[in-house]
Nanobody
């Protein structure tokens, strides 16, 4: 079955770290635009990182720049989001996506989402 399966969410204290994983099943991530997104209750979905399929360049939203790092493994089957110095405002459902042409469009695959809660 062709899909993305996320893992790694949970509850963490402010200032803590989490690493999200997103495993591709039935395909490799080579050539896709790899994005991480989040959506908090009552807010629109936010793109927080994008690794461009065209040249591998990575971009981040201002809200996570310097704290989050997106990557993928050499086998190009799993992508990661390392989240450090977490803040309560990072609480959201996080989604991974592997898409064509640009990050976040409907041409590709999306993970099921994983909850991240930052709270003391």
């Amino acid at each position: 079955q062709v899909q993305l399966v996320e893992s790694g969410g949970g509850l963490v204290q402010p200032g803590g770290s989490l690493r999200l994983s997103c495993a591709a099943s039935g395909f490799t991530l080579d050539g896709y635009y790899i994005g991480w997104f989040r959506q908090a209750p009552g807010k629109e979905r936010e793109e927080i990182s994008c690794i461009r399929g065209s040249d591998g360049r990575t971009s981040y939203a201002d809200s996570v720049e310097g704290r989050f790092t997106a990557s993928k493994d050499n086998a190009k089957t799993t992508m990661y989001l390392q989240m450090n110095s977490l803040k309560p405002e990072d609480t959201a459902v996080y989604y991974c996506a592997a898409t064509y042409y640009y990050c976040g469009n409907d041409n590709g695959y999306w993970g099921q989402g994983t909850q991240v809660t930052v709270s003391s």
